[in-house]
């Protein structure tokens, strides 16, 4: 059996910016680095995608600071490298499920940010396309919103609701500690 990919969605420096708001899970950077250590430790696959927003004002422009990889990513060995300007990974600059079927690779784990957009989005299409997905929720952060009705949907609560979504249709929701034990 081939070994799963770990892909890291959009893990950029822009988000590390105020104007986003409040945010959560403060250690999910540490999960990412302790996901793309194991992984390159035992050479399977790593994917890293970025997003290449079209907006004018938006850190994550190309050629911006913010677009490039946050530190946790430094000495990453990635096996494939690119950009998006929509929330899924499957549609890019790379033909994402072409590059995975090409290898073989029918599994893979997912992290990054933010949990509930480009995170839960690929999950969700990776669902849908037949491929077994795990959700590293701990190795994920969003930000609070404006709800519909003026209220603030918390960070906390958006994750929450994105696991139940994700666990119940698309994808195995799982913390990186038990992903990392399912590794040995």
């Known amino acids: 059996m081939t070994a799963p990919a770990l892909i890291l969605i959009d893990v950029q420096r822009g988000f590390d910016e105020p104007r986003w ?7 999910a950077e540490a999960n990412m680095k302790a ?3 194991a992984w390159q430790e035992r050479r399977q696959p790593v994917v890293l995608v970025h997003h290449d927003s079209v907006k004018p004002d938006s850190p994550l ?3 911006q ?15 494939l490298v690119f950009g998006k300007k929509v929330n899924s990974a499957f549609i890019g600059d790379v033909d994402l499920d ?30 849908n396309l037949g491929y077994d997905v795990t959700f590293a ?16 949907v918390t960070a ?4 929450r609701v994105t696991a139940a979504n ?9 913390s990186t500690k038990e992903i990392l034990a399912g590794l040995s």
């Open 21 to 27: 708001g409040p945010r959560n899970n403060p250690g």
């Open 35 to 37: 996901l793309l250590d």
């Open 61 to 63: 422009r190309p050629g």
């Open 65 to 79: 600071p913010g677009n490039d990889f946050k530190p946790e990513l430094d000495g990453a060995r990635p096996d």
């Open 98 to 127: 072409a590059w995975l079927r090409k290898r073989g690779i029918t599994r893979f784990v997912l992290a990054g940010i933010q949990t509930n957009f480009c995170c839960e989005t690929t999950a969700r299409m990776g669902g």
């Open 137 to 152: 929720l701990d190795a994920t952060f969003t930000f609070d919103l404006p709800g519909v009705d003026g209220d603030v």
């Open 156 to 159: 906390d609560e958006l994750s």
């Open 166 to 174: 994700l666990a119940n249709q698309f994808a195995t929701v799982k």
